[in-house]
């Protein structure tokens, strides 16, 4: 059974940095195509954050662009998000995805259960 465990949430002043990790068990990370980093705040729908692919790709949603930076270690099978010169709009739980793509079958998909990034004004 694969299971994914956030950590490395918290509360931080504005400006402030934390990192986020994703630990993997049940399924090597190299196997999943693509894992990803989303966020949802109180009252807002769950958004996506950030993208890794199996083959090193990134991409960022527009507003962390340039302020965080996602990674995974496959020797230590995890996902990290690093996340610089916080605002406190980054506020919300912070959810760790993964998704493994089967040949004409619906592609596996699971979640963390999240931790809480709070920036302070």
């Known amino acids: 059974q694969v299971q994914l465990v956030e950590s490395g949430g918290g509360l931080v002043q504005a400006g402030g940095s934390l990192r986020l990790s994703c630990a993997a068990s049940?399924?090597?990370?190299?196997?999943?195509?693509?894992m990803a980093w989303y966020r949802q705040a109180p009252g807002k729908q769950r958004e996506l954050v950030a993208t890794?692919?199996?083959?090193?790709?990134?991409d960022y949603a527009d507003s962390v662009k340039g302020r965080f930076t996602i990674s995974r270690d496959n020797t230590k099978n995890a996902m990290y998000l690093q996340m610089n010169s916080l605002k406190p709009e980054d506020t919300a739980a912070y959810y760790c995805?993964?998704?493994?793509?089967?040949?004409?079958?619906?592609?596996?998909?699971?979640w963390g259960q999240g931790t809480q990034v709070t920036v302070s004004s």
């Open positions: 995805n993964a998704v493994k793509y089967r040949p004409s079958l619906r592609p596996l998909d699971y």
């Open positions: 049940g399924s090597i990370i190299f196997s999943f195509n693509t």
């Open positions: 890794i692919t199996s083959g090193g790709s990134r």
